[in-house]
């Protein structure tokens, strides 16, 4: 099956700062979706992004589907960015398929 | 917006107990799956229904079945319950024949397994 890896696995921030989160996965895939784990454990979407580039306020993200790689860009950070961040990747063929596979996640301390 | 709703938020089970998980996904979304999340791990595959059919399955423990309903709601029935099946199980949805397929996560199921 296709393999996610996330890098780092924990990234410490002071409040203001920027950072780069990496994905890489091991095949072709025709979803792609970067999400953030609350400290209550609610999976809120950030993008869909099986390739290309899109922005959302200080959070970006790009997919080099080509390379198989996605990275999530978090710029001027706040303390509510803390949480773990998710890639997850699927393919999908016609009716078959669909389900995503997860990273391991990046888990982001932002502090004050 | 409507979101993928779930139900019960949190749930505690003695040992050989059994839970049903119920899931709502979101109208129009013609699939739903179910994750497993363990402390500390990321959401691990279940299983999966298109229109109804059962279309794809993971890690999913014999002791554990779904279906999805004439609706489109999903239950997963979970027996003879262990330790190791306290988790967060997630249901999501998406609308796969369409040609964005992103999927939604509902809030989650807490289950306590004492």
Not at chain 1, 13 to 20: R, W
Not at chain 1, 37 to 44: E, H
Not at chain 1, 88 to 96: D, K, W
Request: charged letters at 15%; aromatic letters at 12%; glycine letters at 8%.
């Amino acid at each position: 099956g296709i393999q996610v890896e996330q890098s780092p696995p924990d990234l410490i921030l002071q409040e203001g700062a920027n950072s780069t989160l990496r994905c890489n996965f091991s095949d072709s895939v025709n979803n792609l979706q970067w999400f953030h784990q609350n400290p209550w454990g609610q999976l809120i979407n950030l993008f869909y992004i099986p390739s290309g580039t899109k922005q959302n306020g200080r959070l970006s993200a790009t997919t080099v589907a080509t390379e198989r790689y996605s990275l999530l860009y978090i710029s001027s950070s706040q303390t509510t960015d803390s949480g773990v961040y998710f890639c997850a990747v699927g393919r999908r063929f016609y009716n078959q398929g669909g389900k995503l596979i997860f990273g391991q996640g990046t888990e982001l301390s932002v502090k004050p | 917006a409507a979101g993928v709703i779930q139900s019960p938020r949190h749930l505690i089970k003695e040992k050989r107990e059994t839970a049903t998980l119920k899931c709502y996904p979101i109208p129009r979304h013609d699939t739903v799956y179910w994750y497993q999340q363990g402390p500390g791990q990321d959401p691990q595959f279940l299983i999966s229904f298109y229109e109804k059919m059962q279309s794809d399955k993971g890690s999913i423990p014999d002791r554990f079945s779904a279906q999805q309903f004439s609706d489109y709601h999903s239950e997963l029935n979970m027996s003879s319950l262990e330790l190791g099946d306290s988790a967060l199980y997630f249901c999501a949805s998406s609308e796969r024949t369409g040609s964005v397929t992103e999927a939604f996560f509902g809030q989650g199921t807490r289950l306590t397994v004492v």
